[in-house]
Structure formats: structure tokens, C-alpha cells
């Protein structure tokens, strides 16, 4: 079935032109007329403007139009698109829809391109506009097709994202998320040719396509990133990760509307995504320590950077967090598979459980993390050892209490899981900042990993290594309650 | 069940603190029409959604026409049209757009004919250029049933389809399922309100507590039936009714009430039309004779499937 034949798409369509594009084209073509009138009034005075060049003028006002290209495109077509999902669920039209004949692919494509067409509309105008803008300023066209590809890409990688919100949440929640994401992404910034999320992100391949050889924001935005010592572009990165786990997004999303009861994620597609994402991460860091961590490369290059790896160990646990919630089945879907294939016993279990994807993630970002202590492993095996035996635990805790809590506590989880988390991690912060008590900070669960990757020089490796020990006594015991919570359903269920 | 239209067999949904669906059985054939009973609660709805494929079950199997839904669930679809109790419509579409929305879904040829066959079908030619938000909650009923008739379903599941309507909107519901009925559709349809079923139901399913506790032609439910209350009035007063009903063994608790009366009858039914006939032949002028309450009613008040009514 063609796009144009896609009633899903149609629909949309009919419902996005009922709903009046012509007040949004308008918003859109005067945003870039009044850029492209800035331009001009530039090239007939220039002593009015404080541009040192035209070609930063019309630098400037180009970028004014993809700044609003990308807030119309990516921001606001992912919300609509999560709304208009979120709406057609709450209302019983998804439910409707799958029942007819539609692949569950052309429904997720409908979805995809549908609701978001007066944001195609208004974006279509503002880069007609920016167009001209290169055009009249001589800028090379490069210039304008890069940022377009890669604002595509990202507008239809988000599209995918958006469904994946009003598939999974509510409205409300999805503004939660995005506030998280808002307070989460500033950190990107430290590194910005080495941190992932600027790749996924366009961020750095938009604005190394504005940098010259004299821009004053340095190597940080000029020099091409590297994966592994290589120099690759960064537009290609940003499409090839995007590309690749846009598959993986839809081939969650198809699956997940042909079944809604299954968990967002296969257990191996969570470990490849997994893979790929700190594999990708830890290659661009490559280049400062070369395997030499702590030890800054011979280049010298960076080594300011000393919480780096500290804060790509923090955007590993996030990652993995994320993953383990979505390949984490439901407690009520095991039960179902176990009384309709009539296993028993807890290995079945282990094996559908998010526990093991836990342990599975675990090695991989101890894999991962290696990297960087290839070749001074002898003299950094405490670092090493505590930063993986932490992510360990984390992964660990973060999965058996996920599933204890959906065994334990059912609708009310989500509210006893914030609970425990809290209870690991943030309450020693706060005790630790009442009672003036830096010891009580670092017994948090989340604290060894850090402490070890950024306070290298001179961490307390005895209380490092107990703290440690007893986070994996927490492990010991949530296992055991863990596993008597699946007992108890596996003999209800028989 | 190999001639069966509809063959659920075994079939079971668990929640995570009820079985919903327990071993429900049941087979449809051409042209039933079948009342789903059962209290509130009692798993109808489960039931219609798992057939459907919008719920997931344990274990069993449902076959539309001889596909099965774990295997064929795209020629499941094709023969089965599901219209859930609530009306799922896109608001801002006209009630013709809507239904050329599910017209292009399921590939319906000659979609503009066959959209104004379903708009008639359901009265709604007049609101053909109406947006759906503007529609009444009974039109909005029939405009869910017109969409479910688009692809000409050979099955069709309808549950609770007169919950909020109106008297009339009763009414013109209940005229429109008798068009189907007399189509030849096989129709599963659900309710606790019985007497919305009465009358077109061939079949009746009643269910309680996830479990299908009877099921079978009316007639034969009827034939089941321990006793009914039968109300019986004639046109002068006749002492020899009353006696003839004294009389007769299944008769108890006899009530008079002026001209007629009220009692329950203990028998087959082909000893309730024998009771019918003698008063007749010994020249009771009996100017009405009916069941209190209707068949379905009747058989529902004996399956025990009440404790939640």
C-alpha cells in the first residue's frame, strides 16, 4: 500500500488541513521573510549591523531559520505525533484501527507521517527561506543541504520517538519526559565532539557545518570526531546512529502494535541496542587515554577532561535503566506464557526475566569501559573493578526491584519502585548534606562508580570496596525476595 | 464444530487476580444470533475482545470460518466485525469520511456504494456531511455499527450495543438487528439487559464469573427450564379456568388477578401448549397467554448466573 492510499495517513491529513494550515504557513513564511529582510537590510548597510563578515550575517540569519526549523520540525512534530497517538488510544480509534486489515507497519507509517504535516508544511517554508538566505549570501549550498538531511533525520527519527511516547504514556507523562531530557542534555556540552547524545542529536554535525577555519568556538565544534583515533564525519555518524536505531525504534513499534502485550524490546534487540550506543560512546573517548586511563594520551588533547568517563558511566546507567525497563516483561505475561507452556521452575523464569538482560548489560559496559583501560589495567584494577562491579549492582538492583515491585505491589509499582530507588540512592545525599557526613554520601548506590572514575587521585578505596560489598548484600537479598515473589505466582498460576 | 461459522473452544483470559474467561466453548452457525447473558462483571466483554484479538488469552483457540486467529488473524479480520460498547470516532471527520477512514482499511470495493448502502442501512443518509462530534450518542451507536458492517463482516460482535441509548435509540437499534438477523448474519451479542435481546436471539450463552454456564438454541434452554411463570388473561370470568389450572400437576402457585392469572408451570413446554389447548377446547376465551417475562429473562433467572445481578 502506497503512503498516498495509507488511510491512516489520509486521515490525518484531512484532519490536520480541517484543523486550518494556512495561519501556520503564514507564522512560518513571516518568521523567514523577516530573517531574509534582516539579510538584506545587512547587504544595504552593513555599518548598521555588528556582523564582521557578510557570510557571518547570513550565517547568522540562516541559522535563526533551522533554530525554528528544528523547534517546529523535531519538538513540535514529536509532540503532535505522541498526541495524536495518545488521543486515538484513549479513544478506542488504535484499537478500532487494528482491528482491520492494516499491517501494523502501515499503521505505525501513518502514524509517523500523518500528524505531523503542518509541521512538514511550516518547515518546508522556513527552509525555502533559508535557501534564499544562502542563495543571496553566497554561502556554499553545502551549507544548506547538510543542515536539511540532517534536520530530516532527525525530524523522522523523533517521529518514530513520538509514537513511542503515545504508545507508552499518557499526555502528561510525556511532558515529564521531555522536562527530564531538557535538565539531562546540558551535560553533552562538556565534551561536545565526544559525547554520543550530540551525534543522535545533530547538535554537533549542525554546527561544525558553521564552522570555518577562523570560528571562534574552537576545536570543540571544528575538528571532526573520532571513532577510535579515525576521523569520520560527523554527518555521517549522526545519520548511521540514527538510522540504525531508528530500525531497532521501528521494529519495536510494528511489533508492539501487532501484539501490545509484549515488552517494547526483545531481550536481544535491548543488548545490540545496548551495544551499539556504549560501544559508539566509549570509541569516540578513545583518543584521551588511548587504553592508558587515567593517564592522558601523548597528544595531551583534553586533559582537562577529568569527569568524563565519569559522566559517560552516568549516561550508561541511564541507558541501561531504560533498556532493562523496556525488555522487562510483564509479571501477568510470564504467568500467561507459564501456565499456557507449563513450566514451573524459576530457570524459565531467569531466562524471560529482565534480571539477566541486567547481568548481560552489565559485561557489555565492563566490556566497553576496558577500553579505555586496555593497557593500564595492572595499575588501575581497583578503578576498573569498582566502576563495573557498581554498574553491576545498579543494573542488577534497578531489575530485580522492577520486577519485585510489579509482583509486589502491581498498579501501585511505580510508586514503591521510586521508593526503593530513592531510598539507594538520593537519601544518603541528603544525609550526608544534613550531617555534614561525606562518608554517608558515598554509601549510595550510585555513588562507587563516580567516586572511583573521578576522584581517582585519592578515594577512601577501603570504605569504597565495603560500600561495594554491601550494595551487593542489597543485591543478595532483593534476589531472595525476588524470587520468592515469582514462586508465589508460578503456584498461583498452576 | 467443523461446520461452525464462529468455533470458540476452550477458551481462556486471565487477569492478574481473576480467571476473566474460564473454558468458554461455543460454536455459530450461519445466521445465529446469539445473546451473550450475563451480569456485569461476568466476562462478556473479555470474551468478545479476545475473540476479536484485542485481548490476549491463555489458551484455546477462536476460528472465524474456519481461520484461526493465532495463525490467520488477517482472515480473521476480513469475516469479523467487532463494535465495542463505547463509539470510537474521529470527531472532526464527517460520519461519510469516517466510514470511508475503515472503507480504505479494510480495502472495501466500490467503497463510495457500499459507504451509502451502510449509511441507509443505519439511517444516517441525512447525516452523511455531519461532523461526528455533532452526532447524538445513538447516532454515534449506529455510526460504529455502519463501520462495522463496511467490509460485510460474516461475524459480527456486538457488545453492549444499546448501553446509553435512549428509548428510541432502543427502538431504531433494535430495527437495525433485526435487518441483520433477517440478512443472515451471524451476530454474538452482548447485554444484561434482556429484554433488548428478546425476540431475534436464536441461541443464548450465559455466562457468570468467566464460565459459560449454559448454552444452546432458546428452545432448547427452554426445554431446560425447570419451571416459568406464565400469565394467562381471559375475556369473561371463568370459574372452569381456574379449575382446569387447579388441576393440572406442573401448575403452582396460582395467583388470580380479575380476569386472568399468574402461575408458575413445572413441565415440558409441550405440556404448557397441551394446558394452552384444553383451555381452549373447554371454551375459555383466552384473549392472552404469554411468559412473564421473556424467554431469555426466564432462562437467565434459572442458569444461577445472578448472584452479581
Not at chain 1, 504535516?117 to 535557501?131: D, I, N, T
Not at chain 2, 477458551?11 to 473454558?23: H, T
Not at chain 2, 459507504?115 to 455533532?134: A, Q
Request: charge should be neutral; aromatic fraction near 10%.
Amino acid at each position: 500500500m502506497k503512503l498516498f492510499e495509507n488511510p491512516i495517513f489520509l486521515t490525518h491529513k484531512r484532519l490536520v488541513h480541517r484543523g486550518g494550515v494556512l495561519a501556520a504557513i503564514l507564522i512560518a513564511a513571516l518568521i523567514g521573510f523577516s530573517l531574509l529582510a534582516g539579510l538584506v537590510s545587512y547587504l544595504a548597510e552593513p555599518d548598521d549591523f555588528h556582523f564582521s563578515s557578510p557570510q557571518e550575517a547570513g550565517k547568522t540569519f540562516f541559522g535563526w531559520t533551522i533554530g525554528a526549523e528544528i523547534l517546529v520540525l523535531v519538538i513540535g512534530g514529536f509532540s503532535r505525533i505522541a498526541r495524536a497517538l495518545a488521543d486515538d488510544r484513549k479513544a478506542g480509534l488504535w484499537d478500532s484501527n487494528r482491528l482491520t486489515p492494516l499491517k501494523p507497519s502501515q499503521l505505525v507509517l501513518g502514524y509517523w507521517l500523518g500528524p505531523a504535516l503542518r509541521e512538514f508544511y511550516m518547515a518546508g517554508v522556513l527552509a525555502g527561506f533559508g535557501l534564499i538566505i544562502v542563495l543571496a549570501d553566497h554561502l556554499p549550498i553545502t551549507l544548506w543541504l547538510g543542515t536539511q538531511i540532517l534536520i530530516a533525520s532527525t525530524a523522522l527519527f523523533f517521529g518514530l520517538l513520538g509514537i513511542l511516547a503515545g504508545m507508552a504514556f499518557q499526555r502528561s507523562q510525556g511532558v515529564l519526559i521531555f522536562l527530564v531530557f531538557l535538565f539531562a542534555y546540558p551535560f553533552s556540552f562538556i565534551a561536545p565532539s565526544r559525547m554520543l547524545t550530540n551525534f543522535l542529536l545533530p547538535i554537533y554535525g549542525i554546527t561544525n557545518l558553521f564552522q570555518t577555519e577562523h570560528s571562534n568556538l574552537g576545536r570543540d565544534w571544528s575538528s571532526p570526531p573520532e571513532i577510535f583515533g579515525l576521523p569520520i564525519y560527523p554527518i555521517l555518524l549522526s545519520l548511521g546512529l540514527q538510522f540504525i536505531i531508528g530500525i531497532f525504534i521501528w521494529r519495536a513499534l510494528v511489533r508492539k502494535t501487532a501484539n501490545p502485550f509484549q515488552p517494547l524490546l526483545l531481550r536481544w534487540e535491548a543488548v545490540v541496542l545496548f551495544v551499539i550506543l556504549v560501544a559508539s560512546q566509549h570509541s569516540l573517548l578513545w583518543d584521551l587515554w588511548r587504553g592508558h586511563f587515567p593517564e592522558a594520551a601523548a597528544s595531551g588533547r583534553d586533559n582537562e577532561r577529568e569527569s568524563l568517563l565519569s559522566v559517560v558511566h552516568g549516561g550508561t546507567i541511564i541507558t541501561g535503566i531504560l533498556l532493562l525497563t523496556f525488555a522487562s516483561p510483564l509479571p501477568e505475561r510470564v504467568r500467561v506464557e507459564s501456565l499456557r507452556l507449563g513450566f514451573k521452575h524459576l530457570g524459565a523464569i531467569f531466562s524471560r526475566s529482565a534480571v539477566s538482560v541486567a547481568l548481560v548489560l552489565a559485561a557489555i559496559a565492563g566490556a566497553a569501559l576496558l577500553t579505555q583501560f586496555a593497557f593500564s589495567l595492572a595499575g588501575s584494577i581497583r578503578i576498573y573493578a569498582v566502576a563495573t562491579v557498581n554498574l553491576a549492582e545498579i543494573f542488577l538492583v534497578f531489575a530485580l526491584l522492577l520486577e519485585f515491585c510489579r509482583l509486589r505491589h502491581k498498579r501501585r509499582a511505580l510508586g514503591f519502585m521510586a521508593f526503593w530507588l530513592f531510598l539507594l540512592c538520593i537519601i544518603p545525599f541528603i544525609l550526608g548534606g544534613v550531617l555534614s557526613s561525606e562518608t554517608l554520601a558515598r554509601i549510595s548506590l550510585l555513588s562507587p562508580g563516580f567516586i572511583a572514575l573521578s576522584d581517582r587521585n585519592n578515594p577512601d578505596w577501603q570504605l569504597l570496596f565495603y560500600t561495594v560489598l554491601a550494595h551487593f548484600g542489597v543485591v543478595v537479598l532483593l534476589f531472595i525476595a525476588w524470587q520468592r515473589q515469582w514462586k508465589r505466582l508460578l503456584e498461583k498460576a498452576h | 464444530m467443523p461446520d461452525s461459522l464462529l468455533a470458540i473452544e476452550r477458551l481462556r483470559v486471565d487477569f492478574p487476580e481473576v480467571v476473566a474467561v474460564n473454558d468458554l466453548s461455543l460454536a455459530l452457525d450461519p445466521g445465529d444470533v446469539c445473546g451473550l447473558i450475563g451480569p456485569n462483571g461476568a466476562g462478556k466483554t473479555t470474551t468478545m475482545r479476545a475473540i476479536s484479538g484485542l485481548q490476549e488469552f491463555t489458551r484455546g483457540s477462536v476460528k472465524v470460518g474456519g481461520h484461526e486467529l493465532s495463525s490467520e488473524p488477517d482472515e480473521l479480520k476480513k469475516r469479523l466485525g467487532f463494535m465495542p460498547d463505547f463509539c470510537p470516532t474521529y470527531d472532526q471527520l464527517t460520519t461519510s469520511e469516517f466510514l470511508e477512514h475503515f472503507a480504505r482499511a479494510f480495502d472495501v470495493p466500490d467503497r463510495a456504494k457500499r459507504i451509502n448502502d451502510c449509511l441507509e442501512l443505519t439511517w444516517l443518509t441525512d447525516k452523511r456531511h455531519s461532523l461526528c462530534e455533532e452526532l447524538s450518542r445513538g447516532m454515534k451507536q449506529r455510526l460504529v455499527l455502519a463501520k462495522t458492517l463496511l467490509p460485510d463482516p460474516q461475524v459480527l460482535l456486538l457488545d453492549e450495543p444499546a448501553s446509553g441509548l435512549d428509548p428510541l435509540g432502543r427502538i431504531e437499534l433494535r430495527k437495525i438487528l433485526l435487518q441483520l438477523h433477517d440478512a443472515g448474519k451471524t451476530v454474538l451479542i452482548s447485554s444484561h439487559i434482556l429484554s433488548e435481546l428478546s425476540g431475534f436471539c436464536n441461541k443464548a450463552a450465559i455466562m457468570e464469573r468467566g464460565k459459560l454456564v449454559k448454552f444452546g438454541t432458546i428452545t432448547e434452554l427452554g426445554a431446560q427450564m425447570g419451571k416459568r411463570r406464565m400469565s394467562v388473561k381471559w375475556r369473561v370470568a371463568e370459574n372452569g379456568a381456574l379449575q382446569i389450572l387447579n388441576a393440572h400437576r406442573a401448575v403452582k402457585n396460582l395467583e388470580t388477578a380479575g380476569l386472568g392469572a399468574a402461575f408458575d408451570f413445572e413441565g415440558e413446554p409441550d405440556a404448557l401448549d397441551d394446558l394452552l389447548k384444553t383451555l381452549v377446547v373447554q371454551g375459555v376465551r383466552v384473549c392472552e397467554w404469554r411468559g412473564v417475562g421473556d424467554d431469555l429473562e426466564q432462562i437467565f433467572l434459572q442458569s444461577g448466573a445472578k448472584e452479581l445481578m
